[in-house]
């Protein structure tokens, strides 16, 4: 199972962009690269997903480089209410692993005015 | 539509007490998942059901943990009889398919004295 490294902790202010990278060096070809988000006392929730390349939706982009060791989550112009853990998740797109998620310690973004 | 419900929200009991957390996840999500996340450690998984069969239950710790989604809707973990090492936030998720993202309650905060 292919495990991630992200950063610890990371400090931003409000509307600024925000890039948050993860290594995950032994990602296997099942596997989707996949961003939650966790505000305290609320369980994780799915930002978005890819495979390869850039996925963009309302909220965040992903960007994934050819070799998908690594990929980034963008969250443009932050406010406070982004303050949140943020997990990079690695999984298997076969049918009976799609939702084994393998969390590690996230990455703990705090915003400020 | 509503989200996954979990119940109670907080549970505090003795060493050796029985404990039964509930689960509903969001109608029509086939699959249901436990994880689970004890002090100072990354949230783990426990198991995954399809409809009322259990998947994947490769993550449950020991005997002493017992889930049942009878019906296939809502779902129910059992701990019996808790030890101390079994505090911790206890979440529940679900999703549509098994490549969806998953939905995931805001957890119950077990506390085992």
């Known amino acids: 199972l292919a495990k991630t490294t992200q950063p610890i902790s990371m400090d931003s202010y409000e509307g600024q962009e925000v890039n948050i990278t993860c290594s995950h060096n032994?990602?296997?070809?099942?596997?989707?690269i996949t961003w939650y988000q966790q505000f305290p006392s609320q369980g994780p929730r799915f930002i978005i997903q890819?495979?390869?390349t850039k996925v963009t939706n309302e909220v965040a982009s992903l960007f994934i480089p050819a070799d998908r060791k690594s990929s980034t989550l963008s969250l443009p112009r932050v406010s406070l209410s982004d303050t949140a853990v943020y997990y990079c998740?690695?999984?298997?797109?076969?049918?009976?692993?799609?939702?084994?998620?393998?969390f590690g310690q996230g990455t703990e973004l705090s915003v400020k005015p | 539509e509503a989200g996954v419900t979990q119940f109670p929200s907080h549970s505090v009991i003795e060493k050796g007490q029985t404990v039964t957390l509930r689960c509903d996840p969001i109608?029509?999500?086939?699959?249901l998942y436990w994880y689970r996340r004890v002090m100072g450690k990354e949230i783990k998984f426990l198991l995954h059901?399809?409809?009322?069969?259990?998947?994947?239950e490769s993550g449950m710790p020991n005997n002493r943990f017992l889930a049942e989604r009878t019906g296939g809707t809502y779902s129910t973990l059992k701990v019996q009889p808790a030890e101390l090492e079994d505090s911790g936030v206890y979440f529940c998720?679900?999703?549509?398919?098994?490549?969806?993202?998953?939905?995931f309650g805001n957890g119950t905060r077990l506390t085992v004295t």
């Open positions: 890819g495979y390869k």
């Open positions: 998740l690695v999984g298997d797109m076969r049918r009976n692993q799609g939702g084994k998620l393998i």
């Open positions: 059901f399809v409809k009322e069969s259990k998947q994947d």
């Open positions: 998720a679900s999703s549509h398919r098994w490549d969806s993202p998953l939905h």
């Open positions: 109608s029509g999500h086939d699959n």
């Open positions: 032994n990602i296997a070809t099942n596997d989707y």
